[in-house]
Protein backbone atom coordinates (compact mmCIF):
# COMPACT_ATOMS: atom_id res chain seq x y z
CA UNK A 1 0.00 0.00 0.00
CA UNK A 2 1.62 3.33 -1.34
CA UNK A 3 1.44 5.90 1.62
CA UNK A 4 3.35 9.47 1.33
CA UNK A 5 2.97 11.19 4.53
CA UNK A 6 3.93 15.03 4.77
CA UNK A 7 4.24 16.32 8.89
CA UNK A 8 6.31 19.25 10.18
CA UNK A 9 3.67 21.78 9.60
CA UNK A 10 3.09 24.40 11.87
CA UNK A 11 2.23 28.29 12.62
CA UNK A 12 6.10 30.30 12.87
CA UNK A 13 6.47 34.30 12.83
CA UNK A 14 7.37 35.98 9.41
CA UNK A 15 11.36 34.78 9.12
CA UNK A 16 11.39 31.88 10.96
CA UNK A 17 11.86 28.36 9.67
CA UNK A 18 10.31 25.12 9.67
CA UNK A 19 11.38 22.02 8.25
CA UNK A 20 8.82 19.14 6.55
CA UNK A 21 9.26 15.86 6.22
CA UNK A 22 7.42 13.35 3.69
CA UNK A 23 7.82 10.09 4.76
CA UNK A 24 7.36 7.03 2.07
CA UNK A 25 6.09 3.40 2.61
CA UNK A 26 5.16 1.14 0.03
CA UNK A 27 7.94 1.58 -2.41
CA UNK A 28 11.61 2.43 -1.97
CA UNK A 29 12.26 5.82 -3.55
CA UNK A 30 15.54 5.13 -4.67
CA UNK A 31 14.34 5.37 -8.50
CA UNK A 32 11.80 8.24 -8.06
CA UNK A 33 11.44 12.00 -7.93
CA UNK A 34 10.09 13.45 -4.68
CA UNK A 35 8.35 16.80 -5.17
CA UNK A 36 6.53 19.40 -2.65
CA UNK A 37 3.29 21.43 -3.66
CA UNK A 38 1.88 24.37 -1.83
CA UNK A 39 -2.10 25.41 -2.52
CA UNK A 40 -2.62 28.32 -0.63
CA UNK A 41 -6.62 29.19 -0.22
CA UNK A 42 -8.46 30.73 -3.08
CA UNK A 43 -4.75 30.02 -5.58
CA UNK A 44 -3.79 27.20 -7.95
CA UNK A 45 -1.73 24.11 -6.75
CA UNK A 46 2.18 25.28 -7.06
CA UNK A 47 5.33 22.80 -7.51
CA UNK A 48 7.78 24.48 -4.95
CA UNK A 49 10.86 22.13 -5.21
CA UNK A 50 11.71 18.39 -5.86
CA UNK A 51 14.79 16.23 -5.61
CA UNK A 52 15.89 12.98 -8.26
CA UNK A 53 16.62 10.12 -5.68
CA UNK A 54 19.06 8.59 -8.32
CA UNK A 55 21.05 11.12 -9.15
CA UNK A 56 20.33 14.20 -6.54
CA UNK A 57 19.38 16.95 -9.07
CA UNK A 58 17.12 19.66 -7.50
CA UNK A 59 14.81 22.10 -8.70
CA UNK A 60 13.24 25.07 -6.87
CA UNK A 61 11.09 27.54 -7.95
CA UNK A 62 11.50 31.32 -8.60
CA UNK A 63 9.48 32.21 -5.19
CA UNK A 64 11.45 29.68 -2.70
CA UNK A 65 14.77 30.10 -4.57
CA UNK A 66 17.51 30.85 -2.08
CA UNK A 67 15.35 30.31 0.85
CA UNK A 68 14.11 26.33 0.95
CA UNK A 69 16.37 23.50 1.08
CA UNK A 70 15.21 19.93 -0.47
CA UNK A 71 16.40 16.92 0.67
CA UNK A 72 16.39 13.21 0.78
CA UNK A 73 17.23 10.33 3.28
CA UNK A 74 16.96 7.05 1.10
CA UNK A 75 17.95 4.84 3.62
CA UNK A 76 14.98 6.15 5.54
CA UNK A 77 12.69 6.47 2.69
CA UNK A 78 12.27 10.10 3.63
CA UNK A 79 12.59 13.58 1.70
CA UNK A 80 12.54 17.10 3.64
CA UNK A 81 11.91 19.98 2.71
CA UNK A 82 13.78 22.89 5.01
CA UNK A 83 12.13 26.41 4.73
CA UNK A 84 13.50 29.41 5.88
CA UNK A 85 13.17 32.99 5.86
CA UNK A 86 9.52 32.53 5.50
CA UNK A 87 7.29 34.83 4.08
CA UNK A 88 3.38 35.40 5.06
CA UNK A 89 3.10 34.37 1.28
CA UNK A 90 4.38 31.15 2.03
CA UNK A 91 1.29 30.00 3.92
CA UNK A 92 -0.81 27.41 2.34
CA UNK A 93 -1.42 23.27 2.15
CA UNK A 94 2.08 21.49 1.42
CA UNK A 95 1.84 18.42 -0.22
CA UNK A 96 4.51 16.18 -1.26
CA UNK A 97 4.51 13.81 -4.55
CA UNK A 98 6.56 11.48 -5.95
CA UNK A 99 7.10 10.17 -9.48
CA UNK A 100 8.59 7.17 -10.85
CA UNK A 101 11.96 8.39 -13.05
CA UNK A 102 11.96 6.83 -16.92
CA UNK A 103 15.53 7.48 -16.87
CA UNK A 104 17.64 8.85 -13.96
CA UNK A 105 16.88 13.20 -12.96
CA UNK A 106 14.69 13.59 -16.25
CA UNK A 107 11.51 14.51 -14.16
CA UNK A 108 14.09 17.78 -12.14
CA UNK A 109 15.68 18.25 -15.16
CA UNK A 110 12.17 19.13 -17.06
CA UNK A 111 10.94 21.25 -14.35
CA UNK A 112 13.96 23.16 -14.90
CA UNK A 113 13.56 23.28 -18.26
CA UNK A 114 9.85 24.31 -18.08
CA UNK A 115 9.50 25.75 -14.76
CA UNK A 116 6.99 23.79 -14.26
CA UNK A 117 6.29 20.39 -12.55
CA UNK A 118 4.23 17.84 -13.64
CA UNK A 119 2.82 14.76 -13.41
CA UNK A 120 2.98 12.86 -10.46
CA UNK A 121 1.78 9.45 -9.69
CA UNK A 122 1.93 9.60 -6.01
CA UNK A 123 0.13 12.23 -3.38
CA UNK A 124 0.52 12.70 0.50
CA UNK A 125 -2.20 14.71 2.04
CA UNK A 126 -0.96 18.66 3.19
CA UNK A 127 0.39 19.56 5.91
CA UNK A 128 -0.59 23.22 7.03
CA UNK A 129 1.98 26.09 6.78
CA UNK A 130 1.07 29.88 8.44
CA UNK A 131 3.50 32.19 8.65
CA UNK A 132 2.08 35.29 10.68
CA UNK A 133 3.50 38.52 9.89
Known amino acids: DVQLQASGGGLVQAGGSLRLSCAVSGFTVDDYTIGWFRQAPGKEREGVSCISNSIGNTYYADSVKGRFTISSDNAKNTAYLQMDSLKPEDTAVYYC??????????????????????????WGQGTQVTVSS
Open 97 to 122: AAVLELSPGIPVLAAQALGTMAPYDY
